[in-house]
């Protein structure tokens, strides 16, 4: 294990230097105006001079730099710059950390690794992970890593640091190095949906010699054997990754089971053996966030915390799973792989989705062990949209409970599907659940929950929909596909839902089709003589929007909590005239724009 003793000297050095920097950047940051063309132009001799043996030099270098990051529209190019050189090997270490501590300033991107990468020097990597440098091994490490999330390049890593296992003389240091790279190549493999088999063919010997290293008592075990125990299960998992292998490998394990073995050998054999047996993964989402995650073997009772009951699924498929015994699930087939709300919620516990997967081989068990681990928003990003999609194929007519869940799927797919909903299937009437005490319970809230199928939709892209419901949205506006307000649903909620997106996300041609609703006298809300009318609010978004202030230009102001609540101001006209002035103002608007576009 390397010591730092020696290193200390420098680091408190270093730390110096990074202090004593604040006056100089300060006192003098940089007068020149740059672009982010100068740059990337100038960064490769700013980073040089940061290792510079000239103190001078260093501090001006940095001071440089913290100018930069401290310019919002060079924000993007130091941000893609840096994270370049992080996945350098030969970066110093000092410029290293002061790039890892500038980037936590800066906005996250993500870098695609290339398609192909030469195998002498993917070797140079993997040997740089034992080198003396601490620098160089931290730049291997996140190199390889960012490799590895290619697809093409997930087999020849992982076959890599497969082989530089099986190295007798391997440290700990070394193990814990090739599983930060390993991990994230086997995950990306295992989920690429590539059933080629890259792996050289395993004997039976080699089989026996991992349950060997296995199954070894666990107080006899030595910093060596642990390891080997280690690289022994991951040999397991590499063979039953590949469906060919797994009744070979499942035929071992049970006769190994059958021998005699301490009590610790076969639970950790038979929960590889588990593995063999078609599973069932239940996810619960509330809030946009995995809560819970529970794992079912098909046909086998099991009680879950917090259950009253053991829950069971006798079958299973891509498409349905059938639930023979359960707690929130009743008896009855759900849908796999799309989110649907439970039908008996827990009196008093805020609501959530469910989403089924199917596991039914060892290769789809693993691979999903290190799918749940991947970026939770880009996960609900797709449950959201593999079940909205479904809706879609079906031309499905939105029931309470699916209607009152879309509040915990991911807006921008939500409001993707909207935009094509509006104008598939027609608008009407929800039926609500009724519940065990024969009350009427809806899973819609706020102004949807009395409205019709559309109505209810549009309430929720008020709350947080984005520019992707259009223009499918305004299209169903001007094909009248929405029904007509009603004393239990009085809003026009399409409208509000435009408006709201129109200050929240506004679309390109936003301004235009707010111009051409200024005459429009209905009102947002019919419950009431004195509601805000649709021509006014359209004004006074539009001339907010160029920075204008809509009382000055004979709007009045309609206080309305429904419709604060969703961040849109509701105007009427004080009188007839004030809908000219205001397209007199805006027809000047487009003229000085086109003059200036002339110039």
Known sequence: MRKLHGKIPLIVAFVGCWVAIGPAVAEKPPTRAMTPADVRAELPQRLRELDSPSYDARCRAAACLEHWIGVPELADVLAEEFQRRVLEPDLPMEVRWRIDLWRGRLPRIHLEPPREVSSQELQRLVSLLDDDSYSARVGACRRLQWLAGSEQLSAPILLLLKHRLTDPALSQEMYFRIEEVRKVAWGVWLNSGNSNCFLP???????EKWLDDLTQPGGLRDYQSSLRCRVARQGLMDSMSQDAEVPRVTTA????????LDQDAKALLKSV????????AIEMWRDHVQVREDHFIVG????VTGGEHPTQFDRADDRTAHCSNGNALSVGDYPVGVAFAAPRWPAGEKEAVYDLVNLPTPRRQIAYSYYVKTDPSARLAAMSRRTLDRF?????LLSDPELGMLGQLDAREVSRFAGRYFLLVEDGAVEEEIDSDDSFSTARKGLGSESSRFGSICAQLGVDGTRDALPGLVDAIRQKRFQQPSPLAPYRLEWLAAFSIAQRDPWPGVDAWLAENLENRQRLDIGHGDAAEIGATAAGVLLTRHHERP???????VVDPHILDLKVSGYCYA?????QRVRTWWKNCEQGTQKAAAR
């Open 392 to 396: 879609l194929a079906e031309k499905k």
């Open 201 to 207: 063919p395993v004997t039976s010997l080699q089989i």
């Open 273 to 280: 053996l588990d593995m063999t047996r078609p599973a069932v």
């Open 551 to 557: 009382a000055e230009f004979g709007l009045q102001l």
């Open 300 to 303: 086998e009772k099991q009680t």
């Open 253 to 260: 394990i049970e006769a190994r089971l059958r021998s005699k």
């Open 575 to 579: 009188a007839a005239g004030n809908i």
